[in-house]
């Protein structure tokens, strides 16, 4: 994982950020009066806020422990990352993004495939080899989209000549590497499209911090876990109906069975949609598209 703090690592380019919270998105500054981010969701809290009056323990004795329910909120967390598509906590992610003619004209607009970028270390024009021709200077960024996962470069700032970020120069050392971004850009009749042009490094997740996510992410797989909970306890109640008789006196009870939590289990079921759908809007992932 790269550090963000060293700006040596990411060569001409230098991590990339738009200046505002993750979350709420694009926040400049908040009151402090409501807890908007926490700590990843602990079992202690997956009980009382979603286990109360539930029956953790099997006839055979066994129990959920602390270390059981870690490892089903872990399980909650994956589920909750392919229902998000994206993930939750940092990761670095490299990726070859196709040439468009018409995006091009559009200051070089790019879709990652995860969002919301953290911060990105590195656009640049690589060849097949994994030779940099062309890395494009960190002023012509633009990072007020990275919420949504897109790209903009914008040359309006001065970048070249002797210009050098951290002791790396802006471009890079093979022969031509400018060539590469002006000829397409003067070739609009000729290149229409070219398969993963450009090169993309960055840092994409719900949280710049490790650890600590938004409180309705940990809303989220507060309820995924709980409801793998829920469908494996319900199980052990195997019995709609039991009857005890003897000596001519006859007594039976009946219950919901293996459907004892299934009211819950269907109410956490709506929320967990509901959830899914506002956060995937709120950052860009509703109708994802993949390149292809």
């Known amino acids: 994982m790269s550090d963000v703090n060293n700006p040596n690592q990411y060569g001409a380019l230098g991590p990339k950020s738009f200046p505002t919270g993750q979350y709420p998105v694009h926040a400049r500054d908040t009151s ?82 995860n969002a919301p970028i953290i911060c990105l270390e590195e656009l640049a024009i690589v060849s097949t080899n994994g030779q940099p021709l062309f890395v494009v200077p960190a002023p012509w960024i633009e ?19 002797t210009t050098s970020v951290a002791g790396s120069p802006i471009v890079g050392s093979a022969p ?42 940990n809303e989220l797989i507060g309820v995924v876990a709980t409801i793998n909970l829920l469908s494996s306890l319900a199980l052990m109640y195997i019995h709609t109906s039991v009857s005890l008789s003897q000596d001519g006196i006859s007594q039976s009870s009946s219950g919901p069975g293996p459907r004892i939590y299934q009211l819950y289990i269907e109410q956490l079921t709506t929320r967990r949609d509901a959830l899914v759908t506002k956060i995937t809007a709120l950052f860009g992932r509703r109708f994802f598209m993949a390149h292809i």
């Open 32 to 113: 402090g009066t409501l807890k908007r981010v926490e700590p990843l969701l602990t079992p202690e809290q997956l009980r009382s806020r979603f286990l109360k009056g539930i029956y953790l323990t099997f006839p055979n004795g066994e129990t959920y422990s602390d270390t059981d329910l870690k490892d089903q909120i872990n399980i909650a967390i994956n589920d909750c990352e392919l229902l998000l598509k994206t993930p939750i906590s940092p990761v670095q992610f490299q990726e070859k993004l196709d040439f468009d003619q018409s995006k091009y004209k559009a200051f070089i607009s790019l879709k990652t495939s």
């Open 143 to 161: 990072s007020a989209n990275f919420n949504r996962s897109e790209i903009n470069v914008i040359p309006l700032l001065a970048s070249f000549g």
């Open 176 to 217: 031509g590497n400018g060539v590469a971004f002006f000829a397409l850009w003067n070739a609009y009749g000729l290149v229409q499209n070219a398969p993963a042009y450009w090169q993309v490094i960055y840092k994409a997740g719900l949280s710049g911090t490790d650890g600590t996510v938004p409180v309705s992410v």
